[in-house]
């Protein structure tokens, strides 16, 4: 199929990428002068995206590498390094904001632009890195040299194809597929179709190995679904961060995307119609155009047809605490509490989590059975070994009886509903029964909302207005119900 009509909307506009190249030679002038006038043995690098020319329209963030020698002190390049971002930002008239990685670095909105300033370890290919940032400066001199200009389009395409099914980014809230890595997938087989062909067949674990290395069996990537060597490092594999569940929507979606493009019994517009709509954001349109109040009835009607029991959990955000950091304890967290729901023999259906990543942080968990009857039976030891049985009855006394090979009793439980448990361990006395991430535990015991699914959505403008502005709190809602609605239908961003 010819993508041009499709490409005229990914590639960024001739006045886009002059201002981006203006901005960017800006920052680097400035760093390095910077740097000369003030003694300081370091350079400003261009890299990512932008550097490589594979970014899409609208999504020209630019990221800056200050590279220091390797024999620099480490606290040296972090004070230095954020000195040097600083000034940049202030000569450049920018909006500065901190972050937090392997070391600190600034984000500055200069000219309009996000720019990334960040310090790092000037290393040669084949060495080890200091800091976790060091290969990308590696990652851009390699695409460079060997992405010809024609690919640059395949990989557009092939990146907001991931975009829109929902397999696109590598931080750890997607856990999907890097831009490097699309990068060196349109390297590796040539074109955005031919990336697609290959995806639809491939295995449990796959492995590719451009440069030749013979590292990809290592034991070490045994558990990684697809083990794509860095050209750059031959003991990295660049999809380290995809999961297991992103991989497989991106397989399922290459299917489904291939078998329209090779049915030649749809008429040609109607396919060409369908394979556009692969490229753009899903239409939801039993939501469209609907305010919040009734897509919470439809999600709640919805809900109610399962016949199950959908929990709310809400609670603050900590200050001072990344999204990188935020989303694993998050996961952790909620994986934990449906682990020990299953334990006490209720049974958990679905869960998830979703947050703003500022303000607030709603666990879904849906429950197939969320009451118990009153009484359960509490096995003890098999019948044969006396001793164990003695000390079994010891402790029991008079109810025990024998059921099959065990001895048991009838116990009265604890805990009816699922609701009590999880009320029961989310306290500071009991939350070391679950997995709890470390800066969240504090947040999830002393200030957490537990409700079923028809009263938050019921009270849906105070649960997302508390402490925000109206406008805003209406944003995060209709984001959050969006998610319920990707809950409650799993694997639509995979088909058109």
């Known amino acids: 199929m010819n993508y041009e009509s499709i490409l005229k909307q990914l590639r960024p506009t001739s006045?886009?990428?002059?201002?981006?190249?203006?901005?960017?030679?800006?920052?680097?002038?400035?760093?390095?002068?910077?740097?000369?006038?003030?003694?300081?043995?370091?350079?400003?690098?261009?890299?990512?995206?932008?550097?490589?020319?594979?970014?899409?329209?609208?999504?020209s963030d630019i990221d800056i590498f200050i590279s220091f020698p390797i024999d620099t002190d480490m606290d040296y390049l972090k004070e230095k390094g954020l000195d040097i971002a600083y000034k940049t930002n202030e000569a450049l008239d920018g909006n500065p904001?901190?972050?937090?990685?392997?070391?600190?670095?600034?984000?500055?909105?200069?000219?309009?632009?996000?720019?990334?300033?960040?310090?790092?370890?000037?290393?040669?290919?084949?060495?080890?890195?200091?800091?976790a940032v060091d290969r990308t400066i590696l990652h851009t001199k390699y695409i460079q040299r060997h992405l010809r200009k024609e690919q640059e389009d395949e990989v557009l395409l092939l990146k907001k194809f991931m975009d829109a099914v929902g397999t696109y980014g590598s931080e750890f809230?997607?856990?999907?597929?890097?831009?490097?890595?699309?990068?060196?997938?349109?390297?590796?087989?040539?074109?955005?179709?031919?990336?697609?062909?290959?995806a639809q067949n491939w295995k449990k674990h796959t492995e590719i190995d451009l440069e030749g290395y013979g590292t990809a069996g290592n034991a070490i990537f045994k558990d990684d679904p697809l083990v794509f060597i860095d050209p750059t490092?031959?003991?990295?594999?660049?999809?380290?961060?995809?999961?297991?569940?992103?991989?497989?929507?991106?397989?399922?979606?290459?299917?489904?995307?291939?078998?329209?493009?090779?049915?030649?019994?749809?008429?040609?517009?109607?396919?060409?119609?369908?394979?556009?709509?692969?490229?753009?954001?899903l239409e939801k349109?039993?939501?469209?155009?609907?305010?919040?109040?009734?897509?919470?009835?439809?999600i709640m009607e919805s809900f109610k047809d399962r016949q199950t029991q959908t929990l709310i959990l809400k609670f603050k955000i900590p200050?001072?605490?990344?999204?990188?950091?935020?989303?694993?304890?998050?996961?952790?967290?909620?994986?934990?509490?449906?682990?020990?729901?299953?334990?006490?023999?209720?049974?958990?259906?679905?869960?998830?989590?979703?947050?703003?990543?500022?303000?607030?942080?709603i666990f879904t968990i849906e429950l197939n059975v969320f009451k118990q009857g009153k009484y359960y039976i509490h096995k003890g030891p098999k019948v044969w070994p006396k001793k164990a049985c003695d000390n079994f009855k010891k402790k029991w006394q008079d109810a025990l009886y024998p059921l099959d090979e065990f001895m048991v009793l009838t116990r009265e439980r604890e805990f009816k509903t699922a609701k009590e448990f999880i009320?029961?361990?989310?306290?500071?006395?009991?939350?070391?029964?679950?997995?709890?991430?470390?800066?969240?535990?504090?947040?999830?015991?002393?200030?957490?909302?537990l409700l079923e699914i028809d009263e938050f959505l019921n009270d849906l403008d105070n649960q997302f207005h508390y402490e925000i502005s109206t406008q805003n709190g209406g944003e995060l809602a209709k984001d959050y119900l969006n998610s319920l609605d990707d809950f409650l239908n799993p694997g639509q961003y995979l088909k058109r």
């Not at 009320?423 to 909302?449: F, P, S, T, Y």
Request: aromatic share 8%; glycine share 4%; proline share 2%.
């Open 97 to 131: 904001s901190e972050h937090y990685a392997s070391h600190p670095y600034l984000t500055c909105d200069i000219d309009g632009f996000e720019v990334d300033i960040v310090p790092c370890y000037a290393i040669e290919e084949g060495q080890s890195i200091i800091s």
């Open 319 to 361: 200050e001072n605490i990344s999204a990188d950091a935020l989303h694993p304890q998050l996961l952790k967290t909620v994986s934990s509490i449906c682990e020990k729901i299953e334990m006490e023999e209720f049974s958990v259906f679905k869960y998830d989590y979703w947050t703003d990543e500022e303000r607030f942080v």
């Open 15 to 59: 006045e886009e990428i002059d201002a981006v190249n203006e901005t960017t030679e800006k920052v680097i002038n400035f760093i390095n002068e910077l740097c000369e006038k003030e003694g300081i043995d370091a350079k400003a690098n261009a890299v990512g995206s932008v550097a490589k020319n594979t970014w899409l329209r609208g999504k």
């Open 285 to 298: 349109e039993h939501l469209s155009d609907k305010s919040n109040e009734e897509i919470a009835k439809i």
């Open 233 to 281: 490092d031959k003991n990295r594999n660049v999809g380290a961060a995809l999961r297991m569940e992103r991989y497989v929507d991106f397989i399922v979606a290459s299917r489904n995307f291939l078998a329209i493009a090779d049915d030649n019994d749809l008429d040609e517009k109607i396919r060409e119609e369908k394979i556009i709509e692969f490229f753009k954001p």
């Open 173 to 198: 809230k997607t856990g999907g597929f890097a831009g490097y890595l699309c990068e060196l997938l349109i390297l590796k087989y040539g074109t955005f179709e031919k990336t697609l062909r290959a």
């Open 423 to 449: 009320v029961h361990m989310l306290n500071m006395e009991n939350i070391h029964i679950i997995k709890v991430g470390k800066n969240i535990k504090e947040a999830i015991c002393n200030d957490h909302i």
